[in-house]
T-cell receptor, first 109, second 115 residues
């Protein structure tokens, strides 16, 4: 089992659609969870942290399910500019963050 | 605020040659990371510095890779000799402090092609 596993996609959705990504992680003791966004041939940038109670930032909602060891990212009202790769990031051991391979999102008009 | 700077942006070398990458983190950031990102994969941590000391280098192939951060600011990552499988983007990141809660800011990366 991969340490941090994501569906690679691509997810092809029309503008205005709602899309959700899931990510599973292997260590039940993990404490910190993040979603990073990476545009084509660019560096990753923090999209949002994921808190135990779930959190929302505009059109983006992140949730954590510790019992099942997965986190999710929901994007509502998708925009063309949301097209990117979304990286799930988890601290599996101590202070080391482990990145998933990413989920590709393509939003089409 | 200036971001993380890296150079060169692109490098093409032949296998068995050596190459070096340079990184200048955001001013005041104590922690510096080097990642390797192979096409289609997420970034993989190679080495983490706290000031000028190494915190984690467990995934650094030490027979061919080396890194240093003299004076706790700039850092260089070297590969000698390079192999075909080293073709990847090498990302440098920095954060204010060490710890899993702190956001990492990434530089634009160096795209290495080994032929």
């Amino acid at each position: 089992r991969k340490e941090v596993e994501q569906d690679p996609g691509p997810f092809n959705v029309p503008e205005g659609a709602t899309v959700a990504f899931n990510c599973t992680y292997s260590n039940s003791a993990s404490q910190s969870f993040f979603w990073y966004r990476q545009d084509c041939r660019k560096e990753p940038k923090l999209l949002m942290s994921v808190y135990s109670s779930g959190n929302e930032d505009g059109r983006f909602t992140a949730q954590l399910n510790r019992a099942s060891q997965y986190i999710s990212l929901l994007i509502r009202d998708s925009k063309l500019s949301d097209s990117a790769t979304y990286l799930c990031v988890v601290n599996l051991y101590g202070n080391k963050l482990v990145f998933g391979a990413g989920t590709i999102l393509r939003v089409k008009s | 605020e200036a971001g993380v700077a890296q150079s060169p942006r692109y490098k093409i070398i032949e296998k068995r040659q050596s190459v070096a990458f340079w990184c200048n983190p955001i001013s005041g950031h104590a922690t510096l990371y080097w990642y390797q990102q192979i096409l289609g994969q997420g970034p993989k941590l190679l080495i983490q510095f706290q000031n000028n000391g190494v915190v984690d280098d467990s995934q650094l192939p030490k027979d061919r890779f080396s890194a240093e951060r003299l004076k706790g600011v700039d850092s260089t990552l070297k590969i000698q000799p390079a192999k075909l499988e080293d073709s990847a983007v090498y990302l440098c990141a920095s954060s204010q402090l060490a710890g899993i809660s702190y956001e990492q800011y990434f530089g634009p990366g160096t795209r290495l092609t080994v032929t």
